[in-house]
Nanobody, 128 residues
Framework: QLQLVESGGGLVQPGGSLRLSCTTS????????IGWFRRHPGKEREGVSC????????NYDITVKGRFAISVDKAKSTVYLQMDNLKPEDTGVYYC?????????????????????WGQGAQVTVSS
């Protein structure tokens, strides 16, 4: 069973940057698809980005495309979400999720129900 732990959240001013890490353990990361999701206060959880670890194919929500970048370091079993030019509307709790059956590509972003394993979340606050 895969365990996921997010880190790297915090408070940042608009226009700033943060890098979230999703450190995994308990299973080989190669067979998984990884997704980053976020929940704004009082709203439903939404997809931010995903990556198919074995192929490297990625997808981004339109609201973050060009500002966020997802990557994976297989040697460290860690998936990153680099977030640049942050906006107040990026504020929320960010979760990483994994599933061996979720297939991420430039044409397909698996919904949250497709992921079995979840981290505990990391708070990101963008405010001046």
């Amino acid at each position: 069973q895969l365990q996921l732990v997010e880190s790297g959240g915090g408070l940042v001013q608009p226009g700033g940057s943060l890098r979230l890490s999703c450190t995994t353990s308990g299973s080989t990361l190669d067979v998984y698809g990884i997704g980053w999701f976020r929940r704004h206060p009082g709203k439903e959880r939404e997809g931010v980005s995903c990556i198919a670890v074995n192929s490297g194919r990625t997808n981004y929500d339109i609201t973050v495309k060009g500002r966020f970048a997802i990557s994976v370091d297989k040697a460290k079993s860690t998936v990153y979400l680099q977030m640049d030019n942050l906006k107040p509307e990026d504020t929320g709790v960010y979760y990483c999720a994994a599933d061996p059956s979720s297939v991420c590509s430039e044409w397909y972003f698996p919904i949250s129900d497709m992921y079995t394993y979840w981290g505990q979340g990391a708070q990101v606050t963008v405010s001046s």
